[in-house]
């Protein structure tokens, strides 16, 4: 499927494309919201909080981190702490998108709340031209696959005890997908080269933390790069 294929500026076919955009992100996002909805529920807390966690925090991986913070009683304000921690690369990443984000404030803040790794992923990945509608409809379908899985775990998890083991390896089969994506709609394969390089150079020198570092070279990196770019008036 080419890129003009999936355009969303095609007269009435906005929803559609936005839907067949987000599939993969479906695939990924149901199953691991429904894992976290019943280890939510199985460590105490009522379904409706989960749902509640998902539409409202929406942080992925923190919401995860959240189970056992709460079985151990920690304070509303470590948990909050630790989420801002763990999603502070959203503030480097997101800004690349911000001349891009709708301007009317309900709809930006909205954007900027939403954005999330595969979502910034997919817009990234979308025509330049696409419309701001459609920009925040990819971002509200994302959101409610999330949800959506969270409430299934959350409803299962509430009448039954069940093994769910095996699913978190859909979320490294998203990255997967999202990864190739990136990897067919850029020019260059650098930035894949430089995260990977990154993140073998951070696991040698600190394995524990070697996310946390591949990710702040990637950034002092991309801050570094100048890409070499076609002398005006240069051959075709």
Known sequence: ????????????????????????????????????????????????????????????????????????????????????IVNLRHVFYG???????????????????????????????????SSHKNMALIALLNHFWWVLGTAIGAVIGAQAKIALAGLDFVLAALFAVLTVEQWRTKKSPAPLWVALAAYAAAYALAPKH????????????????????AKEGGHD
């Open 1 to 84: 499927m080419t890129h003009q294929d999936i355009s969303p500026d095609k007269t009435g076919a906005a929803p559609y494309s936005a839907l067949s955009l987000t599939a993969p992100v479906a695939m990924g996002y149901i199953p691991l919201g429904t894992v976290f909805g019943f280890l939510f529920v199985q460590a105490g807390a009522q379904w409706w909080l989960a749902i509640l966690a998902s539409v409202f925090v929406y942080a992925g991986a923190a919401q995860y981190m959240m189970i056992p913070m709460i079985a151990a009683g920690l304070s509303v304000g470590t948990i909050a702490v630790a989420t801002l």
């Open 95 to 129: 800004l690349s998108l911000l001349n891009k984000f709708p301007q009317k404030k309900l709809l930006r803040w909205y954007m900027i709340f939403a954005l999330t790794d595969e979502t910034y992923s997919v817009l990234t990945t979308i025509p330049e031209t």
């Open 210 to 229: 070697a996310l946390v570092i591949s990710i702040a070279l990637s950034i002092a990196a991309g801050m570094l790069w100048q890409p070499t770019r």
